[in-house]
C-alpha cells in the first residue's frame, strides 16, 4: 500500500492570531488533527479516531499570513492504531523555503459506526529512512506506557 505524506497548504489568516501576534498554537493544533485524520481515514479506509497526541514540539511561531504546509505519514501501525507523524511548515509568501515550526506524533484508530474498533492494513517499512521512523514510533510507545503508569494515581 503506498504511503505517500497527505500534505494540506494554506495560508494562515488573521482569525488564526494569538495575543501575540501570531498563530496561536490552538489553530496549528487543529491542523495537525485535521491532517492526522485525512491521513489515518485513508491509510485504514475506514472512520478514524484521534486516541492520542503527544509530545507536541512548537519550534518557532508561524506569523500570520505565511504559507503553511502540514504533512502527515504514517510511520507504524498496530492491529487497528495508525501512528501518524505530522510535520508543519510555513514560509513567507516572498520566500521559496519552507522552515519546520512543529512536529508531533498522533495516534488514530479505525472504528465502526458503533466506535468498536476496526483492524487496519499493515504498514511495512521498506526504506531505512521508513525503518527508523518505525523504531522512532515504537520507542514512543514504550515512553508513553511509562508515563500512563506515572499518571495512574492521578487520574
Known sequence: MDNKPITFQFISEPSDVNYG??????????????????????????YSVTVYVGGIRFYEPIK????????????????????ISI???SRNLKQPKFDKKTHCIIVFVAVDENGKKLPVPKWVPETTED???????????ELRTQIEDEMKPFL
Open 21 to 46: 501576534g501570531n498563530v496561536h498554537g490552538g489553530s496549528v493544533m487543529k491542523w495537525i488533527d485535521q491532517a492526522g485524520y485525512a491521513c489515518a481515514t485513508t491509510w485504514s479506509g475506514n
Open 64 to 83: 500570520i499570513g505565511e504559507i503553511v504546509k502540514v504533512e502527515a505519514q504514517v510511520i507504524y501501525t498496530g492491529s487497528s492504531s495508525m501512528h
Open 87 to 89: 510535520n508543519v511548515f
Open 131 to 141: 525503518k527508523q521512523k518505525e523504531q522512532y514510533a515504537i520507542r514512543l510507545m
